[in-house]
């Protein structure tokens, strides 16, 4: 559920003076009271601009993400370093459990959403330069071979179709004696 930062600012404000807060209806009154309690910090931390909503996502880079990480790794609480740079808790703390299991490589930004369906394009000319001597002879010898079993491969398909032809038209003829 979103709350308007005019909303928890009173939240925060009732909070400081000990003034009865009004609880919503839907979520337990601990769940709320845990809420509140983020909100203050925020607003000690960032003060009224920390109750607002981001209007767009930040991209962090991958040094970025290590001085969190570096932080939390030191001692620093989750919370507290996540409330101070803007994000989530949990979002750090997928950045930290990334950083344990893959090291530094772990921070970087992956492409995200599904994988293409076709592979990925081949390379299209092999550079010369790359290749030995050897190689290149082998390379214009496969190149030779193709290129003689692809016109093989068209005779035979050619020699199949003439020979379908022919044979419907054998088939033609003794139909016509028939009748």
């Known amino acids: 559920m979103k709350y308007s930062w005019e909303y928890k600012l009173q939240c925060v404000e009732n909070y400081k003076t000990g003034k009865e807060i ?16 983020v909100w203050v910090r ?6 009224i601009d920390g109750l607002k909503h981001r209007q767009f996502n ?14 939390v790794m030191a001692g620093e609480s ?6 101070e740079a803007g994000i989530s808790d949990g979002q750090l703390y997928q950045w930290v459990r990334k950083y344990k299991l893959e090291g530094y490589d772990g921070l970087e930004l992956r492409k995200q959403g599904r994988p293409r369906k076709e592979p990925k394009p081949m390379k299209k000319e092999i550079e010369d330069n790359e290749l030995t001597p050897s190689e290149k002879e082998e390379f214009k010898l496969l190149k030779r ?3 003689y079993l ?6 035979l398909k050619k020699a199949k179709a003439l020979e379908i ?11 016509n004696r028939q009748k």
């Open 22 to 37: 009004v609880y919503p209806s839907g979520i337990s009154r601990a769940r709320f009271r845990n809420k509140i309690t």
């Open 42 to 47: 925020l607003y000690d931390l960032h003060g």
């Open 58 to 71: 930040k991209v962090w880079s991958k040094e970025e993400r290590f001085e969190l990480v570096a932080r």
């Open 78 to 83: 989750c919370m507290s370093v996540a409330m």
């Open 145 to 147: 071979r193709l290129e």
């Open 150 to 155: 692809e016109a093989e491969n068209a005779y």
């Open 165 to 175: 032809t022919r044979k419907a038209q054998i088939a033609k003829k003794n139909q």
